[in-house]
């Protein structure tokens, strides 16, 4: 072998993978088409589900320190759900995609992990034992596994021949990095009388230290093929039509067109490919899930490759990636179809629309529906399939709040890759030591009851402090493989 698992594509997703590979010691190669990193910003904002794991691996303190990256307030198709902001300990961050990548190159780099670019993959083959990848220069790399993260045109979805079923694009919208003049600096979304609208986000600032907007511009007449160029006049004529006179463009830094289109492969997993990020699902880009989405299949999928390649993996710990997150993905597109319904993307001017949007926005302000859309919106209210499920309300979640528990030791555990037992009435001290190579137990001090906590940060087992071993026991094999 070459490697241990061959990375294709270096955006967020690939290169969060290409990061928990290297937490759980497996060699990787880490290759992208493009001849250099784009400095396009793409997505923009980064959810709490996604923050609390770059915490968890001591990543989040030195990303959030190369700028300036606000605190951001959440949506619903448009509809402001503020109070999410003390919902989590993490709220939203303003984070362009740009800053993602290049943060994680570098750090990559520190760590021997290099990107190797003008890499176009344009054979794969797979056997028993390994996958053989060709790329275009005629360069081969042998792996263990390969991962697709080579986004919504994926070369390795393709040469799979894997089937990508759902919604073509309907219409489509403009999106833009812009700096503006007169824009309220919490703006979001604002429509017109006559159906137009637009959305602007706050990107942090550029090197001058002025304020840059992700601005989406949508309304009747303003749907047109994604090959057509958008210019400035576009970009002004749109403002004028939902603002007025109050706000106006100062500089257009990078402008596309974007689609409606929702899809999904029907398998994650194809022997010893994986599929990830865009490569699996592609949806409407309201409130950066698909960058989210995709760095998050990449912080379940690489400690189970780990454990594969290091030959302790229980029997189908793979075939987990596809079932926890297929569903994941699956609402995702749900959600997002359901706002481009509620926002009127396409600006239709229907008044049922209309009505429906009236009613939800009403409903919207009561606190269950409020915290129940910022949960699904910020990836805090994922809930595996794992066995415990229907016995414990913990299990198949996100570890609580180790903060909060008097516990922050924890992120340093899990900083390791490596499963973490709270055990605060010392009962499983033995049970623990048959794992000792794979798992880290902390005793007495934790003001919690025992849980048995994943490297992805999910719980696993939980129980009570006088109860049975047997369960922690099954729980312990069925993630951690054989005891020592």
Same mark, same amino acid.
């Given at each position: 072998m070459d490697t241990d698992v061959l990375v294709v594509g270096a955006g967020p997703t690939?290169?969060?993978?290409? &990061?928990?590979? +290297?937490? /759980?010691?497996?060699?990787?190669?880490? $290759?992208?088409?493009?001849?250099?990193?784009?400095?396009?910003?793409?997505?923009?904002?980064?959810?709490?589900?996604t923050l609390e794991a770059? #915490?968890?691996?001591?990543?989040?303190?030195?990303?959030?320190?190369?700028g300036d990256h606000p605190v951001i307030d959440g949506h619903f198709a448009g509809i402001p759900l503020p109070a999410h902001l003390a919902r989590h300990r993490l709220p939203w961050r303003s984070v362009p995609? %740009? %800053?993602?990548?290049?943060?994680?190159?570098?750090?990559?780099?520190?760590?021997?992990?290099? %990107?190797?670019? @003008?890499?176009?993959?344009?054979?794969?083959?797979? #056997?028993?034992d390994k996958v053989t990848a060709t790329f275009a220069h005629g360069a081969t790399v042998r792996a263990r596994y390969l991962v697709a993260a080579d986004g919504a045109?994926?070369?390795?979805?393709?040469?799979?021949?894997?089937?990508?079923?759902?919604?073509?694009?309907?219409?489509?919208?403009?999106?833009a990095d812009v700096r503006l003049s007169g824009a309220d600096p919490l703006m979001s979304h604002t429509w017109s009388d006559?159906?137009?609208w637009a959305a602007v986000f706050p990107l942090g600032t550029d090197p001058q230290g002025r304020p840059l907007r992700r601005l989406a511009l949508g309304g009747p007449g303003r749907s047109v093929p994604r090959v057509v160029p958008v210019t400035e006049e576009e970009i002004r004529d749109g403002l004028r039509m939902v603002f007025g006179s109050r706000v106006h463009l100062l500089e257009l830094r990078y402008a596309r067109r974007i689609t409606d289109a929702a899809r999904q492969v029907e398998q994650y997993r194809h022997g010893r490919v994986f599929l990830t990020g865009d490569a699996a699902h592609v949806h409407l880009p309201l409130g950066a899930q698909g960058m989210n989405t995709g760095?998050? @299949? /990449?912080? &379940?999928?690489?400690?189970?490759?780990?454990?594969? $390649?290091?030959?302790?993996?229980?029997? &189908? +710990?793979?075939?987990?990636?596809?079932?926890?997150?297929?569903?994941?993905? /699956?609402a995702v597109l749900r959600n997002v179809q359901a706002q481009s319904l509620l926002m009127d993307w396409a600006g239709t001017r229907d008044p049922d629309v209309a009505a429906l949007r009236e009613i939800f926005t009403a409903m919207v302000q009561l606190p269950d529906v409020r915290d129940s859309?910022? #949960?699904?919106?910020?990836?805090?209210?994922?809930?595996?399939?794992?066995?415990?499920?229907?016995?414990?309300? +913990?299990?198949?979640?996100?570890a609580p709040d180790m903060d909060l528990l008097g516990l922050a030791r924890l992120h340093e555990l899990l900083r390791s890759g490596r499963g973490v037992l709270l055990d605060p009435a010392d009962r499983f001290a033995k049970v623990a030591a048959l794992w000792s190579d794979r798992v880290d137990r902390v005793g007495q001090g934790a003001d919690t009851e025992p849980m048995l906590i994943r490297p992805d940060g999910y719980v696993c087992w939980a129980g009570s402090p006088d109860g049975s071993t047997h369960d922690l026991e099954r729980a312990l094999g069925c993630w951690f493989g054989a005891p020592r």
């Open positions: 690939g290169m969060t993978l290409a &990061n928990e590979l +290297l937490v /759980a010691g497996v060699s990787t190669v880490l $290759v992208d088409k493009l001849p250099q990193r784009s400095d396009l910003s793409r997505a923009g904002g980064m959810q709490s589900r770059l #915490d968890q691996r001591g990543l989040l303190e030195p990303l959030l320190a190369t995609q %740009v %800053v993602i990548e290049g943060f994680f190159e570098e750090h990559l780099a520190a760590h021997g992990i290099h %990107v190797r670019r @003008d890499h176009e993959l344009v054979g794969l083959a797979q #056997d028993a045109h994926s070369t390795v979805r393709s040469l799979l021949r894997a089937g990508f079923p759902g919604r073509p694009g309907t219409s489509t919208v403009v999106a006559d159906g137009h760095m998050q @299949d /990449a912080l &379940n999928l690489g400690w189970k490759l780990g454990a594969a $390649v290091h030959g302790w993996a229980p029997e &189908n +710990l793979l075939e987990t990636y596809h079932r926890e997150r297929h569903p994941v993905g /699956a859309l910022a #949960d699904m919106l910020s990836g805090m209210a994922i809930r595996y399939p794992m066995p415990g499920t229907e016995t414990h309300p +913990l299990v198949g979640r996100p």
